[in-house]
């Protein structure tokens, strides 16, 4: 079983990645076609730091888990001698962390697969 899982553990970074990205954008055009086009940065950090406090644990809970995400991509990046590793740290900023994180581990596991190649 555990082979199993491994053998294709780099199609489940990838499905994640896809679907992250598909939802982020979806959520995005939800909002600009509900507030017709207008998108206030001030009322959105309200609403995710200062008049909920569900939304602030989910918002420090992201951040926490992008903070490490990021740490991660940058130190796995740089010891796999991963190209371009600053696009995912990018992609992940400016796309989402639903797409950017899930993605570098899709080429972290190709990356892996192809080191232990070249070993046999």
Known sequence: MYLRIK???YLFYLILSLLGGFYAFYYSILGIIYHQGNFNSLE???STWINNYYAKSITFDFW???IAGTFFILKEGIRLEIK???LFILM???IGFAFGFP?????RELKLKKISNNKI
Not at 103 to 107: Q, S, V
Request: without cysteine; charged residues 10%; aromatic residues 40%.
């Open 7 to 9: 053998k294709y553990s």
């Open 84 to 86: 371009r590793v600053w």
């Open 103 to 107: 993605l570098f581990l899709f080429y």
């Open 92 to 94: 992940t900023f400016f």
């Open 44 to 46: 959105f950090i309200q």
């Open 64 to 66: 926490t888990g992008v």
